[in-house]
């Protein structure tokens, strides 16, 4: 989640109570992702380290992975259960590549944001969630289907107001805006 209180994107991560420089353009963490698909060993991420390497791998690719993976209050899950993939960064590159065009403007072989700098993970992220009426959020939208679910066109909205309403933050994620809270007080 990108917080906008900050005057930057995260560029590093945190092992064993250091922080390690990391790369941050969205180009090397779709490869990173494309390895921990292909499951190559812990070693292979070496590459996002811009000075120094951490020298417990296994920390460090645990790190690695909640930066790529950055956690979310919202939406919470609907209970649906469904953990259906709709999205794979390589085979819908197409699809990924023209959505960004019409949606932002963003012409990512050149691989710069609007600001004309590289495009960071985090922001690559949050500019994926925003997709919508494109071919991409369509053939995602048909991926997502489950033939099994009858619920009614009321009962999906409710679902869908369910999980993104800001009433009644689980336990857990009161955590994560008393921090936010925090730093406004």
């Known amino acids: ?22 790369k941050t353009w969205f180009k090397y963490w779709l490869r990173f992702l494309q390895i921990c698909n292909n499951r190559k060993e812990v070693r292979d ?4 380290f811009l000075d120094e390497i951490p020298e417990n791998k296994a ?16 939406p919470r899950g609907t209970g649906s259960g469904s ?3 709709v999205l794979d960064y390589t085979i819908d590159s197409n699809l990924i590549y023209s959505a960004f065009v019409q949606q932002y403007g ?14 960071h993970w985090h922001k690559f992220l949050a500019l994926m969630e925003g997709i919508h009426d494109t071919k991409l959020s369509d053939v995602m939208d048909i991926r997502s289907y489950d033939e099994t679910d009858k619920t009614t066109f009321e009962q999906s909205r409710k679902n869908a107001r369910d999980a ?19 730093k406004f007080s």
């Open 106 to 119: 963003i012409d990512l072989v050149t691989g710069n944001g609007i600001d004309g700098k590289p495009l």
């Open 45 to 48: 991420f070496d590459f996002l």
């Open 1 to 22: 989640m990108i917080d906008l209180t900050k005057a930057s994107a995260p560029d590093y991560i945190t092992v064993g109570g250091r922080t390690y420089k990391i």
């Open 83 to 85: 953990s259906a993939k």
């Open 164 to 182: 993104w309403s800001l009433d009644g933050i689980a336990e857990e994620d009161s955590e994560v805006l008393e921090e936010f809270n925090k």
């Open 59 to 74: 920390e460090a690719f645990k790190s690695l992975a909640e930066f790529a993976n950055p956690k979310s209050v919202l």
